[in-house]
Each structure stands twice: as structure tokens, then as C-alpha cells.
């Protein structure tokens, strides 16, 4: 009965996939014995018994070399080869069936198999020959396995223009959201990487997907190839073409900036950032803020148009400060960046001579914005976020506070700078260290609440179970803790608190904490708990929301910390400019008397000095999320 029931289900999968089967002649009386072994060697195979069913067709072909079955015996045979990943061998079944049985109900099917074989051993050439033409697949699985296949195999003979028509396919083929989403990623990597000038020309013929992204590429290539009415012609096109494109700001700044380089800027920016080399992501990150803030100013204020002058610093403080000597010679009337400390250094070192001013985004050793009367930094440091939440806490009477942070340069620098700011108004009771890769955080909160307990003059006793006792009675005699540190980390010390009831009291903590891994692991006992950040892209402030969403659709990514702090600074730059501050020694003049500039990190003041004052972000954990309360 099994093997009768693998024979019609086998008979049902080959007529949905071929249609119904052409009548045959009348069948030889000994037929029914071909049948019947075929009918073992299948439920053999739908069992896994490959080594049963090979021997069972192995007699099948010996008693019956002649029978209308064979062409059935060898499909399967062809079906346990691929089974066992033996595709050479499997090959010769499927070729056999289509040399020798020309009109039979397999020969689809054999020649998918046959493109899966070739595909397996990277013969690409022979997989695409029997693969191409897929006008009667009908199951959708295998269409969009066989597309793959497809897109990977011009991908490997460098065919880019069918591999992209494969997996511009696949988009529309897949009903899976992350499938789709993982086939634009490839269908955007080919287009930017792959694609020649002519055949991006060519796709962006099209008048829908993909030739909407093969048209902005044209234009980001022509901009790259200063063929810049070229550049503006391909933006102005995809703004026609696609008015509700989700990536239309992206087009609009690559036509601003198209249309500032025909027309002769009136400034210059510079720009010190990586673009190669470790630091390179963040390098990226820099550099597109300020595309942002230039893009919006050239925009609105064409007659003040800026150009871009950027630089590799190559993450490397002699190259950092040769690119400065460069940008001073270009007459930049101000530069943004550099990103590390030791490029900041570098470079203070040469401001002197060139009087450029510049502002960093992002260095963060102390005393920055002092090594020079040119050297600024709008950034969130450890003193500025400290300093932050230390005033949150005395703002809300917090009295009694302790500090648990991790035991590395970070963790102790923030500890001490909080412990300074706040001992003018509280008291410290206890500041305790732990390892940065701690997982199990109980001895360093037992040591929390042994020092705790004594300055209560709450005896602890010697006997370990009175001491277990005491332990799970206790309650904090402290109302706040201050806990600086990791996401990944502080979401699992958040909940441990909590098993060892320090619970109701305020937790607060440092930017590091804005990811939201702190709250897939801290869950429930993270709720009102608020930390320092210099921006909080989930802000409702108007500027905010406009730079998100602006960011978003030209890079297609978040924006982070580094992106809006670089923003902020050229765009301060790019205030005074408009007020008609238009030289070197003015935008610096300009920036020294700069307060509160209400950008999208927060408001700055330099007010005589190069370290920017920011009133920072005071974000709270609240329903599971992160919501900004003040600025």
C-alpha cells in the first residue's frame, strides 16, 4: 500500500509540473513487473534508502530493458545522485533521458535538473543554456530558484547587465520581505559597483524599477567624472521621472551640487576626514552630515554657494596635517574634521600658520579646543555628558548616589568626572568597578550593598544563611545609581540590580546606552531610567526630523552621533557665512562669539573658547522606547 501510495503521489507531482500525460499504447503484459519495481525503488527513495533503491532499478534495467518505464528508473536515479550530491553521475541520467527519450513527460524536469547539475559544479556556461528559458516553470520555488542560480552565474561570467535582470526579477518573485529586501541590496550593489557607464546609461531606459537607481547612479557617476551637466541633466530626470521616490532628496542634492560646480562657488569647506583606512566608516559617516548641511544651504542660498574641499586624512596624524597645510593653500574659509585625537593634535600644530579655523566633530581627548585659538570642537565628551548627569541628578534632589562602571579608561574617566560635579551638591557612597566583559554581576553589587549596609551601621553577619537573610530583606538606603558603561553590558547589570532589590531608585546613564540592545536585554526593569546623549534622532523637533529623514533617503541608513555632530559644525560655519562673515579670520571671529546655537546635537556656546558648552540630550526609557525629555 506505502509503495502504491509513493506511486500516485509521484504520478501527481509529474502532471502538476508537466500537465496531463499523452496516452499511451497498450501495455505489455510483463509491464506490470516493471511497474511494480519501479514502485519499490520509489518508496526505497522516499525513505532514503539510496543503496536499496539503486540495486532495485539495477534489476528493474536488467529484467526490463525495454520497458515505457525507463525513462521514469532513470529520473530517479538521476534524483539519488543530486540526493547524495553526486551531480557528475546525475548529469548522465538526466542527459540520457533527454537523448533517448525525446517525447518523454521528464524532459522538462531533466533539464532543470540537468541547469542545477552544471550550476553545483560551476559549469556556469552549460547552467545558464539550460536554465534560460523558464517559459514553462510553473512552481514558483523552482522559478525563483532557477533565477538565482541565474543572477549567481552572470555574476561569476561577469555578465552584470543579466545578472541584474535576474535579480531585479527575484524582487518581484519573492513573497518573503527579507528575500526582497536581501534581492535590492544585490540589485543596488551591481548597478554601484558593476555596471558600466553604457549600461547604466541603458537600464536607466526603463521607466520602473531599476532604472529609477540605475539613473541616480549616472548622476552620482558623473559627478565623480566632473561631467557635471551631465550630473544635473540625470538628477533633473529621476525628480520628473520619480516625483514620490523615497530616494528623491538624494537626487535633489546630487542636482544642487551639479548645478553649484557650473556655476563657480563662492566659499570653500574643507573637510579632514578618513576615507580609507580603519577609520573609514566613520570617516563616511562625517562626511555625509556635511554633505547634508552643504546640500541645504546651496539649496536655499544659491548665492552664497559652497564647495566641498575633502581630504584623506587616512586616520594617520602626518596625513592629517599635511591635508591641512593643503586646505590652507586652497583658501577654505573654515575645515571640519579632523576625527581623532591625535589628528587634532597634528593638525593645532599648523593652525597657527595657516589661521584656518577648524572644527573637530569628533576627537575626544581632553583639552582639545584649547591647543589653538583656531582649533574648535562641537562634541559630547566624557567632562560635557558627566557634567550633564551630574545636574540631572542634583536637579531632582537625588541625595545619596552610587557609581558602577566598567573598570576600563572610559568607565573610570566618566566615574570620576560625574564624582567631581556631583559632590558639590551629593553624596557619593559607594564607587564600585567592574570587569568590561562581566556577565555575572552579583559580586560587584554585593559589594554595593555591603557598603551600604555599613554606612548604615547595619551589621552584616559572619553566618552565611543570616547573611543570605539580610540580603534578601535588603532595601537601598541610596535613591540614584549612576551607571556608565555598554548597552550590551548595562542591560544585563539593570536586571540583575533588580534580583537583588535595588529596585526604586533612579538609574542613570551615559550615551553608550543609546542602542537598542539595552532594552532587549534590561526589558521591563530598564523603564524610567534616562541617560545623557548629544543627539536623539527620535526627537520630534522639526531640525531633527528634517536631517533624519534627509539622511535617510540620500545614504539609505540611520544617521548617528558623528553624522549630526558634523552637520552642526558646518552648518555653524555656514551661518556665519550667511551673515556675512565670508573670510578665514572672521568665521573664526564668529565662532568665538557664537552662544547658544541651537542645533541638532543640542545648543552650543563657545563663547571665547574652543571647547563647545552643549546643553545635551536627557533621554528616558518610557513604554519600551527611547524619548528625549529636554534639551
Known sequence: MRACAGLIAFAVLIASVFGCTPKLPPEE??????????????????????DQASKIIDTFFSRYPKSRHADRALYLMGEMRISLRDYQRALSYYKEIIERFPASTFILEAK?????????IKDFDLAIANLEDRSKISDPSKLRMATEMLGFAYISKKNYPKALAEYAGLVFLSTDEKQ???????????????????????????????????????????????????????????IDRFPSHPEKS??????????????????????????TGQA?????????????????????????????????TEGSAEKAAGAMLELGQRGVVAAVGPLLTKEAEAVAAELEKIQIPVITPAASGPGIGGLSPWMFRNAITNAS?????????????????????????????????????????????????????????????????EIDLRARRIPIPEDEAERKKLFQEYA????????????????????????????????????????????????????????????????????????????????QEEPD???????????????????????????????????????????????????????????KVEDGAFKPMVR
Open 112 to 120: 532543470y535538473k540537468l541547469g542545477i547539475c552544471y550550476f553545483e
Open 476 to 555: 537601598p538606603g541610596f535613591d540614584a545609581a549612576y551607571l556608565p558603561g555598554y548597552a550590551d553590558r548595562v542591560g544585563l547589570l539593570i536586571p540583575q540590580l533588580a534580583f537583588y532589590n535595588i529596585t526604586g531608585v533612579t538609574l542613570i546613564g551615559s550615551n553608550n546606552w543609546h542602542s537598542q540592545e539595552l532594552i532587549e536585554r534590561a526589558g521591563r526593569h530598564a523603564e524610567g531610567a534616562v541617560f545623557i546623549d548629544g543627539f536623539a534622532p527620535e526627537s520630534t523637533d522639526l531640525a531633527v526630523t528634517a536631517f533624519v529623514n534627509a539622511y535617510r533617503s540620500a545614504y
Open 385 to 449: 555628558q558627566a557634567a550633564a548627569a551630574a545636574q540631572y541628578a542634583i536637579g531632582m534632589r537625588l541625595k545619596k548616589v552610587v557609581i558602577l562602571h566598567p573598570n576600563d579608561a572610559y568607565g573610570r574617566d566618566i566615574a570620576r568626572l560625574f564624582a567631581i560635579e556631583l559632590a558639590k551638591k551629593a553624596e557619593i557612597l559607594a564607587t564600585v568597578a567592574y570587569p568590561p566583559d562581566a556577565n555575572d554581576f552579583g559580586p560587584w553589587i554585593r559589594k554595593v550593598i
Open 250 to 275: 538624494r537626487a535633489e542634492m546630487l542636482k544642487t551640487q551639479a548645478t553649484a560646480m557650473l556655476s563657480a562657488p563662492r566659499f570653500a569647506i574643507g573637510v579632514l576626514v578618513p576615507q
Open 29 to 50: 503484459p510483463w509491464e506490470k513487473g516493471a511497474a511494480l519495481l519501479m514502485e519499490q525503488a520509489e518508496a526505497a527513495f522516499s525513505k532514503r534508502q539510496y
Open 180 to 238: 526582497r529586501a536581501g534581492y535590492r541590496e544585490r540589485v543596488r550593489e551591481i548597478i554601484e559597483k558593476n555596471l558600466t557607464e553604457e549600461e547604466l546609461v541603458q537600464t536607466a531606459q526603463g521607466r520602473s524599477y531599476p532604472a529609477d537607481i540605475a539613473l541616480l547612479r549616472l548622476s552620482g557617476m558623473f559627478m565623480e567624472q566632473r561631467k557635471y551637466s551631465d550630473a544635473l541633466k540625470a538628477a533633473s530626470e529621476f
Open 280 to 312: 573609514a566608516f566613520f570617516g563616511d559617516r562625517v562626511l555625509h552630515g556635511i554633505q547634508i548641511a552643504v546640500s541645504e544651504h546651496n539649496q536655499r542660498y544659491p548665492e552664497a554657494r559652497v564647495e566641498l574641499v575633502v581630504k584623506d
Open 561 to 619: 552621533i558623528l553624522a549630526a555632530q558634523a552637520y552642526d559644525a558646518a552648518m555653524m560655519v555656514l551661518s556665519l557665512i550667511r551673515t556675512g562673515r565670508e573670510t578665514a579670520a572672521a568665521v573664526q571671529e564668529g565662532l568665538l562669539d557664537l552662544k547658544e546655537y541651537p542645533g541638532i546635537t543640542g545648543t552650543t556656546t563657545f563663547a571665547g573658547s574652543g571647547e563647545a558648552h552643549k546643553k545635551l540630550f536627557i533621554i
